[in-house]
């Protein structure tokens, strides 16, 4: 099968998140490292690229160096990874596209909503793929829950509970508050939200993927309970969406004793779903007047569009790095069929997009309004 | 010791919650039941009378004539179980306080918190003890949860999410929903709410009891999933406590795959705590920089407090109707002291009273205030 | 309902075990206490005959007097509790049957097979009816658990592996270990063994009672961990049932970190069942080919038989004490059918008789010459 | 950092497990594949070959072409991963090492001890390198437990009791069991033994591992559950360790409803510690007279020997081929580390060696010869 190639922009010494992009491509060998601007400091990316075995004249001290270079290649990458602070990801993202480059790019894709959709329409515009790395979304039983809605499995959804429980940033607020302060806590890098952006983001997506809802309303509530933080660490949202069903979300990272507790629970006429990401193998399944039942990865059957992402079998756990390389997975997939002049299917494009990506940020931007005046309920 | 002895209203044949009460009284012995009116079927009355050895002139065919010639007998009950549908509360509690007997009372209270409150004063007033059942506050490590609070285990508390969900009344609705709709969908007998105050009142005083937290405004929105039914059967409710604290409450009686899923989660400046009705012997304790700890009746140290209410060894579990009958030891411990002439601490009053009863019926109004009005804050 | 009376000998003040039987039988008011010989010590007698408000003249300093003149009375007890400690089971018992009493009694019945086999012959000899109290069968899921092997719904039982440990000896050891080893660790005393005739007896019994398979042969290996202690504290047994299935069975008093972890799993040829003391009001069910389900007692269809033994709803948890309670609902269940002189069947008969204690003494016996040979396999 | 090459023998097209050996290594990116034979089907090599972009000149027919070949080669490759079925690791890890080419291979290493034993000393002739991939040792949780076992934070360690139960085999059987005869149940391709050779070796291993300790005589019973079938589905096992320490395994692929569940539980004098493979970042840990603790792999401190493992932050999911990798890692460290002339630690040789491999082998025959005498106790 034809490789792609791909280059990275951030991800240099030090930089957690770019080594998990890096891993997750390579688990499935579809796509080869082959340029990168790891870093605003060049030495950085030069240590970095050589380590990683790239020619030494695809290492860029910019991204726009890149960006135009790699454009004016044959051989020049196929995509390009965007892992660095979030308030970079716009330019950078921009720079890619009007080179002709498909792009991947962390979350959140933008700080403003209407950056994020002249992304969008940018990707569009030029034919391009685009993938935002909201990475639960990888995991076969997300997949199967979604399958399960879009058949009916549950009946009519009426409502959601999600969650998004942490501790880490109150751990680090209390051993080091002060480096904390100058980047989690400060507006200008962090955006208008700190809570609601990181993680509350993730919720609003799974919602989204998985049943497909379009939020109508919603009434947010911030809360600050770091003392001198300036932005938000837990937060409470109430919502309609269009169709009448209802929700509720909580995030906080404040939360004592949760690791990273994202987890979703969704009730519909005829059944109900429960699917925890810290224990991502199984899903809990309910149906009126019948037992509760435990679906297993690997033992039980899935509908094929979740089995196709299972790698191995039942109660070997897959974890992280296999859910986040599943959103690469789809992506490069769609590369690899759309190079060959194939037509994509709707159904293929099985990944988040700058589309997913925008109202992302627009759901930030609308708990952030609705917080400010009052925690009152705001049109979305 | 000597022996109380009380009288039951309500508590017919095929009435579950009566026995229930019966039940948790005579686990401990410590009162015995020899006066009833326990039907409008005097019929009914005499036959289960006769079932549980009263002696037939203690039986009444109504709760008036039991309250006045109770009252005229020099061995009189010493207190009156009360557990009739909803809206009869009221009006027996009242009979039986105006006759100088002491009172337990199923929740909700009343129809109406003022009702609840003139209860209140007329205990007060007549030197009375009244207890309200609100079972779940009953469990050994509930008092712990709460003792860990008062001591500053966890810090300040900064959040409480709680949660009541449940899915038998849309299996009974499913399968016999004229009857429902008859009873449980009728506000002239069930009140102006239905989820909200039938559950909701329960997560309402456990909060209240473990943490002493005070609510000083709400946000709720209350839903009716079920078609043709006409109260609530979901809510979701946003809280803000005196001194800052925040919360979330959700309670469901639609939500498939639930039971009896009492939750109570807790966050402080500290650590968290967590405990789940269904699990009651267990208490998830969580501190900053420590591993997450399992609390174990009876295996581990409780505070005295708590320690008190337990009965059995670690490992065997205690339930529901052990819960139950520590409301009932508190309150007739209270009473028997009282009886000797002995000064009652605050401490010893350990069990919901009317004042709690009436801030659960004012809770629920201010619910459906908020909600009606389209679930907008409302000062409480 | 006709009321039954009876009388118990043991349990006198700070008997902990004595106390949980009165609360099991009062909890369904099927009987009242109305004669006891609670002590060695009479005056303890007394004062706990008073508190029960027992009559004096039916306070016994000795339970041969006390079976004499219960058997002499008109309204004498339908039979007599035996809660003392286990060396004087067979006498006392002995005692009554011969009076003609019926008796429930503490496990293990006897310290010698040879004296239960002579009770439970006794029994039949004089017309009674014999209950030991392992407690454990009487859980609803236990019972849906046997009807469920029973009717096939596993297929043929191929292995079985149960378990039983605890920690609290080892906690006492450590905290007083002088007065444990002058009793628990006293042969003449406690028996022969310790934990197999403590506890693993009660796993025994559970496995006899859910499947019905009888024990073929058996290779124990008794361990003593705690230093100074004469007696085992752990043991393992491995075992062939009739018919070909096969088992393992671990039991301990030193497994640190376990309160009460009684858990039986067992494996057919359709499908697998597994239940935990701890956690009794579920059972976990798998079937080849199809997820695994919980099945929540109240919530689900359970077989009549064990939905009869359900008292409360779902999610409201039922524990120990109401596990108890229906063994000896069984019991005064059929003493009062055959009181009326109708006929029990043998499905009516749902409560451990003289026979299945013989046979836990057996077992007892059986380990014990294993291990003492070498851990080799002998016949049951 | 210089980067290792590897060959591979095995793992051809539908070759699972050679599959997850890539993804492991290419996780980490530590080495790269450049040689192979991956079938006795040349044009399946090349085919495989072709994809993984291994230049044709280093695509062999047979393994011992491919083990002159490389041998002769200035640019050979540092390592070769066996991968095929079982009865050929023995002549091919031979080849290698007669090569002088580092070996890692998949258990079981070989069909008669006396083959393992001999691969030990070849490697320790040669002054090679040897890993047997008992993957599951790979698990920051299991280096977690082994450093509290190796530090004394359990006490004296007294028993043991571990399992690994699957139900797969039982579902294969019952849909393909003709072409499951003509293998699994085959002695001459599975060798003696089937579940304890495959799985039971994995417990075997992994206790050995973290407690160090080494058995002195054990008595097995090998069950075969599924008719028609030749070898062994189900085993039990008593065990003596040296030093007077206990313990019992027990292992089934006819175990319905469990997909993989390796568990093991050590108890010691002073406190326990349980951990389970499908959900593998936490440790549960139990101390006399403390609450027991959940240790999260990332939110808890670790002594650094298992932190080191440990990839992602807490509450992501490590998975199996992260453990699978783990081996990998300490294997390609060491010899990194030899290749640069440093001398290599026993702490840094941190993986399963040929004489772990060979310690297996021993304890399948010692099981078989144990079963076929009537599972009576061998000595080991």
Redesign the interface.
């Known amino acids: 099968?034809k490789?792609l190639h791909y280059g990275m922009v951030g991800g240099g010494k030090g930089a957690?998140i770019g080594n998990?992009h890096?891993?997750a491509i390579?688990?499935?060998?579809l796509a080869r490292l082959t340029a990168g601007s790891f870093s605003h400091d060049f030495s950085n990316t030069l240590e970095i690229g050589m380590?990683?075995?790239i020619p030494s004249d695809r290492l860029y001290p910019t991204y726009l160096e890149m960006a135009q270079k790699e454009a004016a290649r044959k051989d020049r990458i196929d995509f390009v990874s965007i892992v660095t602070p979030n308030y970079l990801h716009y330019p950078i993202a921009k720079a890619f596209l009007n080179a002709g480059i498909n792009v991947v790019c962390d979350k959140p894709l933008a700080l403003r909503e209407s950056e994020a959709r002249e992304l969008d329409e940018l990707t569009i515009k030029n034919g391009l793929l685009f993938a935002v790395t909201y990475a639960y979304t990888g995991y076969p039983l997300v997949k199967q829950a979604r399958e399960m809605v879009k058949r009916g499995d549950l009946g009519d959804i009426?409502?959601i509970?999600a969650?998004y429980p942490?501790?880490?940033l109150?751990?680090q607020f209390?051993s080091d508050g002060h480096k904390l302060k100058s980047w989690r806590a400060n507006p200008s890098v962090a955006g208008i939200s700190n809570c609601v952006g990181d993680i509350g983001t993730h919720i609003e997506y799974l919602v989204s993927y998985i049943t497909g809802l379009k939020i109508k309303s919603l009434?947010a509530?911030l809360?600050t309970?770091m003392e001198g933080h300036e932005l938000d660490d837990?937060a409470?949202i109430?919502l309609e969406f269009e169709g009448g069903a209802?929700g509720?979300y909580?995030t906080?990272q404040?939360?004592?004793?949760?690791?990273?507790?994202l987890k979703i629970?969704i009730?519909?006429?005829?059944?109900?779903l429960?699917w925890s990401?810290?224990?991502?193998?199984y899903l809990?399944?309910?149906?009126?007047?019948?037992?509760?039942?435990?679906?297993?990865r690997?033992?039980?059957d899935l509908y094929p569009k979740a089995q196709d992402y299972s790698?191995?079998?039942?109660?070997?756990?897959?974890?992280?790095?296999?859910a986040f390389a599943n959103i690469y997975r789809a992506f490069t997939n769609a590369l690899l069929k759309k190079s060959l002049g194939d037509i994509v299917t709707e159904e293929e494009l099985d990944f988040p997009n700058a589309r997913d990506g925008a109202n992302g940020v627009r759901f930030v931007e609308k708990c952030v309004e609705s917080s400010k005046k009052?925690?009152?309920?705001v049109e979305f």
Chains 1, 2, 3, 4 share one sequence.
Request: aromatic fraction near 10%; hydrophobic fraction near 30%; proline fraction near 5%.
């Open positions: 099968m490789k957690f998990i890096r891993q390579a688990l499935d060998n380590d990683l075995e009426r409502f509970n969650e942490q501790d880490w109150l751990k209390e009434c509530r809360d309970f837990n409470t109430m209802k509720v909580w906080s404040t939360a004592i004793g949760y690791d990273n507790g629970r009730f519909g006429s005829k059944g109900s429960r990401q810290e224990n991502p193998n809990v399944v309910s149906k009126l007047n019948s037992p509760t039942e435990i679906i297993s690997g033992r039980d790698r191995i079998p039942a109660g070997h756990p897959e974890g992280y790095i296999e009052g925690a009152i309920w």
